[in-house]
């Protein structure tokens, strides 16, 4: 893969659209996503694509995701109706979406990509989203029972047990919370109100595994 690199970093094409003087058009995927990837090589700065419509927008960000993998690329996305947003919503498309605000946030992104409808929806600002992010780290106090009311005003929904994103689990001194920035479900520990463990478990056997020093969740209301 870095014969690849070297060969888009050195290519004068490259060269031109990062400087932002020549019209690129009718470029197909592969043409479009070998460009972004280059430049973010050559210019070590940020692009942000916007495309004509979701499918597009899709294409591109696949495309990029299967030349470079380990290329850092976001996708913004929001459905193109509001008639079907109000109908029916992606959980899977709204934690994407948290995902890519979280990252945009956190400025661990080279690329991001979005389409015309999502690039217009109004959010909240920075300052607002940023708050919608909450540190849970072992030492910390909490109430579990105004842990739980939190997790229910940020729109998690309360589950007798955690099997996907946005949702949480009280039982005693254990809150199980599905967060989505993590792969698995992290299970918080209490000793009276203060945080004695916090550790991933598995969804199957809701056994806990690895140990975690820090936990950060990115809640439902940022997408708001």
Request: with cysteine; hydrophobic share 40%.
């Given at each position: 893969m870095n014969w690849l690199k070297d060969y888009l970093k050195s290519n004068p094409i490259v060269e031109q659209y990062t400087r932002g003087k020549d019209n690129f058009a009718h470029l197909s995927v592969m043409q479009e996503a070998m460009l972004a990837i280059g430049a973010t090589l050559k210019n070590k700065k940020k692009i942000f694509i916007v495309k004509e419509n979701e499918q597009q927008a899709q294409e591109l960000f696949d495309q990029i995701r299967r030349i470079s993998p380990d290329s850092r690329v976001i996708y913004y996305n929001h459905e193109e109706s509001l008639r079907v947003e109000a109908i029916v919503q992606s959980e899977i498309m709204r934690a994407n979406r948290i995902e890519a605000l979280y990252r945009i946030l956190e400025n661990d992104y080279d690329i991001c990509i979005t389409h015309a409808i999502a690039s217009i929806r109004k959010l909240s600002s920075p300052n607002t989203l940023?708050?919608?992010?909450?540190?849970?780290?072992?030492?910390?106090?909490?109430?579990?029972?105004?842990?739980?009311?939190?997790?229910?005003?940020?729109?998690?929904?309360?589950?007798?047990?955690?099997?996907?994103?946005?949702?949480?689990?009280?039982?005693?001194?254990?809150?199980?919370?599905?967060?989505v920035q993590m792969e698995k479900p992290i299970r918080i520990e209490f000793f009276d109100v203060e945080v004695e463990s916090i550790r991933s478990f598995n969804i199957d056997d809701q056994r806990s595994k690895k140990n975690l020093n820090l936990q950060q969740s990115s809640l439902r209301m940022m997408c708001y």
């Open positions: 940023q708050e919608a992010i909450t540190t849970i780290k072992i030492g910390d106090q909490f109430e579990p029972i105004e842990l739980a009311q939190y997790l229910q005003n940020m729109g998690y929904s309360r589950v007798k047990y955690v099997d996907r994103p946005f949702t949480f689990a009280m039982r005693g001194g254990v809150c199980d919370i599905f967060s």
